[in-house]
């Protein structure tokens, strides 16, 4: 068994492949809690590792209208919560330098988040905060560019990081994944996550905002299982054509049980 690093004691091992799941923003702290309850009850039950992720601040929103999420101030609180009172390693994107030293008292893990994964005085400012990074590969990179992102990291002494395939972009609207990213990512020496609910929205395709195609996600979890991918991204909410952001692309709570299983099964074969 390998060994990458450890999240709040929770160990990324090969073994069995981890679960960052939650909702695409914390819409308020009942319904937060209520989602990170319930994942950690099935992923308990399943023996898989889970880190909640949930955004105070979507700071890249399509229309200036969408839901941002309730913002550092108000949103950070929710989520020590949750990592106290659940019990749980939780995850967040930062947009800005300044973001990272604040979110760092708090968070688990800091996420870059894709169409930042170039800029260089964030990457920065995330790995001095010494906590793992969970920095995602941009809709405009191919797999050896993201690399060069480690590169940065690491050079700043933080050598704790995971990658994430989200898709790339195929023409207006619309992403495709080639899953031979996952090995060459693999590649880097850090663990490569596959998230399938990004990887199945269609940007700015509904009049203004993100559409998507949830019935793939299943598909695009298996195919990174498959492919190698050693943990899986989920957006999942009780109700997600009530989600404030990213409901297209969001797989239903009561969805998530029957899917780690399959997805269990195809890894431990793989």
């Not at 995850?91 to 330098?97: A, C, K, Q, R, T």
């Not at 990213?181 to 199945?200: F, Q, R, W, Y």
């Amino acid at each position: 068994m390998k060994t990458f690093f450890k999240v709040d004691g929770l160990a990324i091992t090969d073994e069995m492949f981890f679960l960052i799941a939650g909702p695409c923003v914390i819409e308020d702290e009942g319904l937060t809690r209520e989602i990170a309850v319930e994942t950690k009850k099935i992923t308990a039950e399943l023996g898989i590792p889970y880190i909640f992720k949930a955004s105070f601040d979507k700071a890249n929103r399509s229309s200036f209208g969408s839901a941002r999420g309730p913002g550092i101030v108000k949103g950070l609180p929710i989520l020590e919560t949750i990592k106290e009172k659940v019990g749980v390693p939780v995850l967040s994107d930062i947009h800005e330098p300044w973001q990272a030293a604040q979110a760092a008292g708090v968070l688990s893990v800091i996420k870059i988040p894709a169409f930042l994964s170039r800029q260089t005085d964030l990457l920065l400012a995330a790995a001095r905060t010494g906590l793992p990074l969970n920095i995602k590969k941009s809709q405009m990179m191919g797999p050896a560019d993201i690399l060069l992102a480690v590169n940065k990291v690491s050079e700043s002494g933080n050598r704790r990081v995971m990658l994430t395939e989200r898709g790339t972009f195929f023409g207006y609207n619309n992403l495709v994944v080639d899953f031979r990213s996952i090995p060459l990512m693999k590649e880097s020496g850090c663990p490569v996550v596959m998230d399938a609910t990004h990887s199945v929205q269609r940007p700015s395709a509904a009049n203004g905002v993100s559409g998507g195609d949830p019935r793939f996600i299943p598909l695009l979890a298996a195919a990174g299982i498959a492919a190698g991918a050693n943990g899986v991204f989920l957006e999942v909410h009780p109700r997600p054509e009530k989600a404030l952001s990213d409901g297209k692309n969001t797989l239903p709570l009561h969805e998530l049980r029957p899917l780690l299983i399959r997805l269990q099964k195809l890894y431990n074969v793989a």
